[in-house]
């Protein structure tokens, strides 16, 4: 069984139909994790990729929170040199917990054909050897904006937060944004910029690395 981790980004759902291709729908499994805080419209980008791939999608969930800032108010902690503690909580720990109870004969990851992400695969293979992972991306060569064109040709319209501006599909109010993407949140989403101000008050730290809370224009 090959696991496919969707992340109702383009690239893990192109990914995600490479490795059904290659393998066979009854020999992929995709698995998206559940995060309270993305935007709506990937009810309906889900929707449409399972009716591509003619399989469901396993959706599962951290058990102690449900979004980033749930995260940083429970454990008081934002960003450290450790990465983000609500990638750890949210996904890297669900999917440790999927890895340790399932047998696999590979993990695909959605990883683009760029210099950047070539590299971070490299780094994965090291560091993770065990997760088996595979990039079909990368050996495709297909970029961001191929997997963009890719699924319009399937008549499949890519996230909302992508037609928005966005580079990427995450939460909304990633912890790893610099300035000019909260800039940006503030105006979209005020209310995800509202909650994670708070959340930097209580904690005592802000999200964007040099950045007192008083830059913000947070009361």
Known sequence: MIIAWWSAGVTSAVATKLAIEE???ENVRPIYFQIDSSHPDNIRFKA????WYDKEIEVHQAPKYKDQFEVILG????????????????KKRV????????????????FEYSKKEINRAIRF?????????????????????????FLEKQGIM??????????????IGCVKGGKGYWNKIRQD????????????????????????LDELGVD
């Not at 966005?166 to 939460?171: I, K, S, V």
């Not at 989403?189 to 007192?212: L, Q, T, W, Y």
């Open 48 to 51: 449409q990729c399972e009716e």
């Open 189 to 212: 989403f005020p209310d995800h910029f509202d909650k994670m101000a708070k959340a930097e008050r209580v904690v005592g730290n802000s999200c964007i690395r040099g950045v007192f």
């Open 23 to 25: 393998h066979g729908k």
């Open 158 to 171: 890519r996230p909302t937060m992508y037609t928005l501006g966005y580079g990427n599909n995450n939460c």
């Open 75 to 90: 454990d008081k902690y934002v960003n450290g040199p450790g990465g983000a503690r609500c990638t750890l909580v949210l």
């Open 125 to 149: 293979k090291e560091q993770y050897p065990s997760a088996l992972p595979m990039f079909p991306l990368i050996e495709q060569k297909m970029t961001k904006q191929e997997c963009l064109y």
């Open 95 to 110: 999917r440790q917990k999927i890895e340790k109870d399932s047998y696999y004969n590979g993990q695909v990851f959605g």
